[in-house]
């Protein structure tokens, strides 16, 4: 056998040598940090939400999850990264019911909120509260809404943006009462509740993960929640559904999406590492203590989720149509 036929058949073994190991480098995910994206303001109920899993479903995963902060025009410049971004896991997103109202609030919406996304599964479905400003005189939320309708329209709400969680609870509440109210947008909803506090307008709908530590330590006042049934961290509070508006029903539903495409073995070990994480005692406790829950297993997948926005879009397209309301 002459010298350069050695050579190459030597090279041609040392290549099939290695072949399994560069396959197997390059199915190993994750094999560099990850960046999860969150579309509003650093310290505000959905960053909370999205650090807490973050940590978990780092330690599963074996790598660093860095949370990054992609705010303005309703989360929609944060998701559009996402759905433009490569298909390889390593960046995801965490975001809430204001993605099903996108469609509805955007004429030119860059991307499809329900097919250009891989959906990993639901988070949590958190409550809601009325709050309003330590000054604020009315004693309950019969009081607080005899006082609003007296305003005739100057009453002054806050929001973390047009087509936010707190947005659209406040658009659910004038519907319902058949006012209106003055509304004051910001940045996300850690910039409102600084507002809030320092007394600049009245009152807020927000998410219990936003305000119970808040009404605990007196920097605001709490009067009702959205939801259908009491939230155990926050006792005192009635439900606005037996309180004073019969049939009130709000919650903001967090999940978690990545760019359309994912290989299967990605999707299963992010699927995975999001269940384990919404069972960690830390997660639950954490949540538990800002008044809200881990959804249901079932409900953590990426069929559910999808069937889920589906129905949300089909759900919020008609209230904001109605309302009149645009985020362009």
Known sequence: MNFFRRVMLAGAFALTAAAPQAVSAQSAYPAKPITLVVPAAAGGPTDTVARLLAESMGRTLGQTIIVENVGGAGGTIGMARVSKSAPDGYLIAVWH??????????????????????????????????????????????????????????????????????????????????????????????????????????????????????????????????????????????????????????????????????????????????????????????FASLGTEPVAPALATPDALKTHLAAEVQKWGPVIKAAGVKGN
Not at 103 to 113: G, I, K, M, Q
Not at 115 to 143: L, W
Not at 275 to 286: C, H, I, S
Request: with cysteine; hydrophobic share 40%; charged share 20%.
């Open 97 to 286: 019911v204001a993605q099903a109202t996108a469609p509805a609030l955007y004429d030119n919406l860059r991307y499809d909120v329900v097919n250009d996304f891989d959906h990993i599964g639901r988070i949590t479905d958190v409550p809601m509260t009325v709050v309003s400003k330590t000054g604020m005189a009315a004693k309950d939320i019969k009081e607080l809404l005899a006082w609003i309708k007296a305003q005739n329209g100057k009453t002054t709400y806050g929001h973390a943006g047009v087509g936010s969680a707190s947005h659209l609870c406040a658009l659910n509440l004038m519907s319902a009462l058949d006012l209106k109210m003055e509304g004051v947008g910001y940045r996300g909803t850690g910039p409102a509740m600084n507002d809030l506090i320092g007394g600049q307008f009245d009152v807020m709908c927000d998410q219990t993960t936003n305000t119970t530590n808040q009404i605990k330590d007196g920097k605001i006042k709490g009067y009702a929640v959205t939801t259908k049934f009491k939230v155990s961290s926050l006792p005192e509070l009635p439900t606005l559904d037996s309180s004073a508006i019969p049939g009130f029903d709000v919650s903001a539903w967090h999940a978690m999406w990545a760019p359309k495409g994912l290989p299967k073995e990605v999707s299963d070990k992010l699927v995975s590492a999001l269940q384990v994480a919404l069972k960690d005692p830390k997660v639950v406790d954490r």
